[in-house]
Each structure stands twice: as structure tokens, then as C-alpha cells.
């Protein structure tokens, strides 16, 4: 992952505010820039003046970022094509997981699956044996699928036995119906719970205790300091929490900062390329782009810090969440990596309570 210089930020910020009130175009020198960054300049620039409605100004300058791309990171040829295929702006046509389908062919990626067979070995590796018949708590749970896997995985290797209860919680209704299907064939014996919220709205009313509490690709949906509130919030209900997240630096960057737009644009430029990858009809993979991953993007460009929908952390903040959050009592007994590259990393963190 890289990451910007002070002096460098400031640069590009006083860069793009002269930009801004002229609208000046791309194909200057640039020696003042990185030249591995030129690339994610160009995006920055870009969706600064795309987000205050100067869109052809803005298109220019993703269509001139397109030339210097590395391989295997996209980005600015991704915006270019999502802009001509939505009337050259950035905009918002429906609700993120409205449709599980683009989610769930984002989730079948062979990269996402690889990772997960290492976050399955993390989670066999990391967590102590539960004794008693398991209670989990699934946040987020989108289609159940990594959840199923998951205790099928646990029991096979001997750390489970009986699963007594499953609470799933997602705000997405049809999610939710997907999850207590597969679940409910998985594992008929025990007890399934649901719930059809936002954590943050259901963690003042948490009831009962479980032994694990996982979060796949779901806790990042909040800002630092509403993950660490819910985290206080949850400790007195949970033996291990299990995390499995991606590394970006999404989360304190303010809107319109070179630093969230840098972020963006290597860990949704290479998570787009995970579903561009994929050998599966074009219609579906542009279909997973527009109306989920691309919608996730834009709205870093267009929402303030506290109204955008994602916070991706980097694993340094992810632990100073933990041991504020989860205090003294618990302890990480999983930090490892499931899928890394030079633009992002996917990967397991696991906390117990060792007390």
C-alpha cells in the first residue's frame, strides 16, 4: 500500500484547488509528482472536479490518467467506463445490497475464495476449542455462506461440536433471507435468530452471550470511533471476536483529501480487478462493478466523513479498536494475511478473552 508524504499532500491538495477554479486540463509536467503516482493524481484531480459537477473536465483528466496504469490496477479505465455508461457523472442509482447478486459474484471471485481458504485455516489455527454447544453471532452476514463454511470447517477439525444458536444480523432483508436458508440446511438442529438492522442500531439492545462473534467484510461500515463505541458495547456479550476485513487507509481521510482518493484508488482498483479477473459472463462482472463495488466508491467523492457508507481501516487502527474497545480482558490471537499485493491485503484478526 502506498501512502502519501506530508509535503506531498499538501501539493497535490493546492494543486487541485488551483484546478478547481480553472478547470485546467491534464497534460502538464508532472516532475513534481511521484512517477508511480501519476496514475492516482490524474484520479484525484478527477473525481475532485467530477465531484463538484465539472464533469467533462473531470473525464478528462480519468482518460488521461488511463495511459501510465500499472498492470493489474485500473482505476482510472474502471471510472472512465462506469462515467460513460452513467451520462459522464457520478451518481447513485439504487441502494448497495438491494440485489445480493452482485455481492455474492464479487464473494465467488477466485481471489476472495483463495482468501477465504486461508482465513478458514487462521480461524482453525486461532481460536481456542468451545466446550459447550456454540452460540455465534454473525454480523453482517450477507448470504451466510462464510458462515457455513466456517462452522462446517470448526466442527470437521474437532474445535466445535453441537451449534445451539446463530444470530444473524444484516440490514438487508434480502440477505437475510439467503442467510437463514443456508444456514437453516446447514445446521437444522440449532436455534437461528435474525435480525434485520444496522449493528450500530441493535447493539444497545444485545442479549444473551456467545462464544463467537464474526464480522466478514461488515464492521467497516462505520467510523473509527462508531466501531470502537459498538466494539464497548459487544464486549460483555462475546468470548472471541473474528475479523475479516480488507487494509485500506478508508477511514479518517476526510472527503476531497489526496489521501482517500490515493486509498480508493488502490483498494477499489484492485478489488475491481478481482471481479475483471474472473472468468464469468461480462454482463454479470459489470453488473457486480456498477451496483456494488463502483457504487461503494464514488461514495468516498461525493459524502462527507460520517455520511459515506464505508471505513475501511488499516491494521494498525483495527487494533487500537480492539484493546480500547474490548479492554485488557482480551488478547489477539490472530493477526495474518489472507490475500496481499502491493495495493491492498485481505486478512484475519481474532481477539479472545483469555481472562
Known amino acids: 500500500m502506498l ?47 467530477l465531484s463538484n459537477g465539472l464533469n467533462q473536465a473531470g473525464e478528462k483528466w480519468i ?17 472512465s467506463s462506469y462515467l460513460k455508461r452513467n451520462q459522464g457523472s457520478l ?10 447478486a452482485p455481492y455474492i459474484h464479487f464473494a465467488g471471485t477466485p481471489v476472495l475464495l483463495d482468501s477465504r481458504i486461508k482465513f478458514m485455516l487462521h480461524c482453525i489455527h486461532g481460536l481456542p476449542k468451545t466446550q459447550q454447544p456454540l452460540k455465534i453471532m454473525d454480523i453482517g452476514c450477507g448470504h451466510g455462506k462464510v458462515l457455513v463454511d466456517l462452522l462446517l470447517k470448526l466442527r470437521m477439525e474437532g474445535l466445535i461440536d453441537a451449534v445451539e444458536e446463530i444470530f444473524l444480523i444484516d440490514p438487508s432483508e434480502a440477505m437475510l433471507k439467503l442467510a437463514k436458508e443456508n444456514v437453516a440446511i446447514a445446521f437444522p438442529e440449532a436455534h437461528i435468530r435474525i435480525s434485520k438492522a444496522r449493528f450500530e442500531a441493535l447493539s444497545d439492545h444485545l442479549q444473551g452471550h ?50 482517500i482518493a490515493l486509498s480508493v484508488y488502490q483498494s477499489y482498483g484492485a478489488l475491481i480487478d478481482f471481479v475483471f479477473g474472473y472468468d464469468a459472463p461480462v454482463e454479470l462482472a459489470i453488473s457486480s462493478i456498477d ?6 466508491a464514488i461514495y468516498f467523492f461525493i459524502e462527507p466523513r460520517g455520511k459515506r457508507t464505508d471505513y ?7 487494533h487500537q479498536v480492539f484493546r480500547e474497545g474490548l479492554g485488557k480482558e482480551f488478547t489477539c490471537l490472530c493477526d495474518s494475511t489472507s490475500y496481499g499485493d502491493e495495493n491492498i491485503e485481505l486478512f484475519t484478526m481474532i481477539y479472545g478473552n483469555c481472562s
Request: aromatic content about 14%.
Open 3 to 49: 501512502f502519501l508524504g506530508n509535503e506531498e499532500s499538501r501539493i497535490w491538495k493546492d494543486f487541485a484547488d488551483q484546478t478547481l477554479n480553472t478547470c485546467s486540463g491534464p497534460g502538464r509536467d508532472f516532475t513534481f509528482i511521484r512517477p508511480g503516482l501519476i496514475p492516482a493524481f490524474h484520479y484525484y484531480i478527477g473525481t475532485m472536479l
Open 63 to 79: 482518460n488521461a490518467g488511463i495511459a501510465g496504469e500499472p498492470g493489474g490496477l485500473f482505476s482510472n479505465a474502471f471510472l
Open 91 to 100: 451518481v447513485i442509482p439504487e441502494v448497495i445490497f438491494a440485489d445480493p
Open 210 to 259: 456467545y462464544h463467537i462473534a464474526l464480522a466478514s467484510l461488515a464492521y467497516h461500515h462505520m467510523p473509527y470511533e462508531i466501531k470502537l463505541l459498538h466494539m464497548k458495547k459487544l464486549k460483555d456479550h462475546i468470548d472471541n471476536f473474528i475479523l475479516y476485513e480488507l487494509e485500506a487507509n478508508n477511514d479518517t481521510p476526510e472527503i476531497h483529501s489526496p489521501e
Open 291 to 296: 451496483r456494488f463495488l463502483m457504487l461503494e
Open 312 to 318: 475501511h481501516m488499516l491494521r494498525s487502527q483495527w
